[in-house]
């Protein structure tokens, strides 16, 4: 059980140039966080310093629970070699490393059989992962994240590649978990309608700007979305996203 | 067949590296390693031939050489040693310091022969005990890294963001193949350690899904054909390596006819 995530002053960069510059924000400990923004806007990079992969220049990042936190990652794809045809049960057993052992006991059997089950993803466990539709391949990628017992969990645009009946699928399934599992969520969309649905706050970035605020407030806003995403080249798909996003926060 | 202790010898090794190589083997494809494994025997070959000519063990020339390659590779970082060009050179490089080394040495044609191609012939208790021991270690190995060298193997983007040391385990791995190469140039030759330690787990990959399956399959694929070219060469005087690749070059193809009957049944191909 995590207590606490705040950012203070966190700055990163790469090769001399500064992707976030002084940032802070907190994390509401057991909801729904998301992070918007245009490309380029530094949301991947921070996600990978959440995670510790890539350490701050500046700054203090704070995650502090009972024990050491765990973090589960699901990006928004993943190299799978086809040529590697494993099976989905054995893709998500693959998360279990607290142990040594080359075989499963018995406590990991069936915290696997519960996992499987609250993903929808018994019926893909002899499936090679190859085979699977992106949707099916997501819900066993946020198994394998599961089965580790997360505290929190990181979302990298993991449903931008799915067609919208497995997004809806998909976001309802990273819900459950926060809701039912206590997980605290963050997670990154270009998709605002789905931001303004799940997210409790949201904390819209771009470069060496940012602000953070509730996702109903904050989707409302219009002229702080056209300020923020000025940059970037909308075209009408996204215009109507935004659109409908905004009305759907203005009626939330 | 088993009255002579050459045969017995040849046997008990020859099961041992072939469980070992079928291990080793899923995980070397899964890591997209197989021509570095190539590369590391031609790196033995050299090696072994630097002992004959140092007057020391052949095993000690091939280990040192191999593990030394393993740094280089671990150091370098596996992506460049991927492309072919790399690998090319590194193959011929090694193939030509083993010649100069032999030709400085006074070892004779039938050593260059042994060391390319394999031998069981020459195999005393004393090598079996050597090769039992590396073969033990490798496996033991296998077994406490197991969870997390198949997390970095199968699903790397997951091992890192679970915070796995999976520099370590990289370079980890490479030494360890470096040894499993070093044991099965003995027995299959440098110029067919692919034999042994690609071809079978390749072929596994056709009849299971899971990991552990593969492994196991690979083992048993393995441990047949090294049995199958022991026996066939001692009845028919020909090659054991030559059996041996016959044999898991048939495995190959079966497992492939398998896959696509397979294919065809559920209407995909």
């Known amino acids: 059980m995590l207590h606490r995530i705040q950012m203070n002053h966190l700055s990163v960069g790469f090769n001399g140039e500064e992707v976030l510059r002084d940032l802070s924000f907190y994390v509401p400990v057991g909801k729904m966080f998301a992070i918007i923004g245009p490309n380029g806007a530094g949301k991947s990079t921070l996600l990978k310093v959440l995670l510790g992969l890539i350490r701050p220049q500046a700054g203090e990042m704070v995650i502090e629970g009972d024990g050491k ?72 990628f946020l198994a394998q994240a599961l089965i580790r017992e997360p505290d929190l969990l990181l979302l990298d645009e993991s449903t931008a590649n799915l067609d919208p009946g497995a997004q809806e699928e998909m976001m309802r399934l990273v819900f459950r978990i926060c809701e039912k599992r206590g997980v605290t969520v963050i997670f990154i969309s270009h998709d605002l309608a789905q931001v303004a649905t799940y997210a409790d706050q949201v904390l819209l970035l771009a470069r060496g700007k940012y602000v953070q605020g509730g996702a109903a407030d904050l989707l409302s806003d219009q002229q702080l979305l056209a300020e923020y995403y000025q940059h970037e080249p909308v075209d009408a798909a996204q215009k109507a996203t935004l659109e409908s996003a905004q009305r759907q926060a203005m009626f939330h | 067949m088993f009255a002579y202790d050459f045969m017995r010898h040849a046997f008990i090794a020859g099961t041992l590296i072939a469980i070992m190589c079928g291990a080793i083997g899923v995980f070397i494809m899964a890591r997209n390693l197989s021509f570095i494994a190539h590369t590391f025997s031609h790196i033995g070959f050299a090696g072994a031939s630097f002992a004959v000519f140092a007057g020391l063990d052949p095993l000690i020339g091939l280990l040192l050489f191999t593990l030394l390659g393993a740094c280089g590779v671990g150091q370098l970082g596996v992506r460049v040693f991927r492309r072919d060009a790399a690998v090319s050179v590194i193959l011929s490089l090694a193939l030509g310091l083993g010649i100069l080394f032999l030709s400085l040495s006074d070892a004779q044609g039938s050593f260059t022969k042994t060391i390319l191609f394999g031998s069981v012939v020459g195999i005393d208790l004393q090598d079996v005990w050597q090769l039992v021991g590396l073969t033990l270690f490798v496996l033991l190995v296998l077994a406490v890294g197991y969870r997390w060298l198949k997390f970095d193997s199968f699903d790397q983007t997951g091992a890192e963001a679970a915070g796995l040391p999976v520099h370590l385990i990289s370079i980890g791995f490479l030494l360890l193949m470096a040894v499993a190469v070093s044991v099965t140039v003995q027995i299959v030759g440098a110029l067919l350690v692919f034999a042994l330690m690609t071809v079978p787990a390749a072929a596994a990959r056709f009849f299971t899904q899971s990991i552990f399956g593969m492994i196991l399959t690979a083992a048993l694929l393995a441990m047949a054909g090294v049995w199958f070219g022991l026996s066939a060469g001692y009845y028919t005087n020909a090659p054991v390596s030559f059996y041996i690749v016959a044999f898991e070059a048939l495995s190959y193809f079966v497992g492939l006819l398998y896959q696509r009957v397979g294919q065809m049944r559920r209407g995909e191909a």
């Open chain 1, 69 to 140: 936190p765990v973090i589960g990652y699901v990006p928004q794809s993943r190299p799978i070699d086809e040529e590697t045809p494993i099976a989905a049960k054995d893709f998500i057993t693959l998360g279990l490393t607290s142990h040594l052992l080359p075989w499963l006991t018995r406590a990991e059997r069936s915290k696997l059989k519960e996992i499987m089950e609250f993903t929808d993803t018994e019926m893909l466990a002899k499936k090679p992962i190859g085979r699977l539709s992106g949707g099916e391949r997501q819900r066993v």
